[in-house]
């Protein structure tokens, strides 16, 4: 049974960091993709980033290249979404997910993702 439980989050100022952090188990594939969506209020769930296994591949929205770092801990099955000089725009459930047999057009389609996170509450005040 494929497992992702998160952690991290929480409430940051404007230009502040904060780590989210995405620990998988169960994984019996060796290719697959772990992607960020972001659930803001009001708003659909979008795209944040991807990285794909083993070619550690990493995928962005446009907007958020150079302000957020998605990376890896191979030996603790972990993957991560560093995400600095956040705006209140950036509020929002964050949620990590699993894609298998990914490519580089499915990496941002949210439906072929097919396990998920508990989500992380990230809130960036004024």
């Known amino acids: 049974q494929v497992q992702l439980v998160q952690s991290g989050g929480g409430l940051v100022q404007t230009g502040g960091s904060l780590r989210l952090s995405c620990a998988a188990s169960?994984?019996?594939?060796?290719?697959?993709?772990i992607g960020w969506f972001r659930q803001a209020p009001g708003r659909e769930s979008e795209f944040v980033a991807a990285?794909?296994?083993?070619?550690?591949?990493?995928y962005y929205t446009d907007s958020l290249k150079g302000r957020f770092t998605i990376s890896r801990d191979s030996a603790k099955n972990t993957m991560y979404l560093q995400m600095n000089s956040l705006k209140p725009e950036h509020t929002g459930v964050y949620y990590c997910a699993r894609q298998v047999n990914q490519t580089a057009s499915t990496i941002r389609t949210r439906d072929r993702y097919d396990y998920w996170g508990q989500g992380n509450q990230v809130t960036v005040s004024s």
């Open positions: 169960g994984l019996t594939s060796s290719s697959y993709a």
């Open positions: 990285m794909r296994r083993p070619n550690g591949a990493t």
